[in-house]
């Protein structure tokens, strides 16, 4: 459900929501069936979400302390609406 919200807020969180749901979902199939490859595949996800979470965290702080941006976050803008046209 995470991911939904995430797709109006930023590329980055989504991003991070979606490596977080392929690591859980990969350590709970590993888990499951006992697997050890699997459990590390998930864990390497694990790895990658940290990296990615780390990325926009850091990516917040600077961006506010520069009052620019410095780390790119892809920042969700609303569309504008066209106007109709009268005839």
Known sequence: Y???AAVRTSRVLFVLFFFLNITFLLLVIGNLSQTATVIHVGGWFGIVTAG???YGSAAVVVNNT???SV???GVWTPPKEQEESKE
């Open 2 to 4: 995470m991911n939904i």
């Open 52 to 54: 990615i979470a780390w």
């Open 66 to 68: 520069w009052k620019k």
């Open 71 to 73: 780390f790119p976050l």
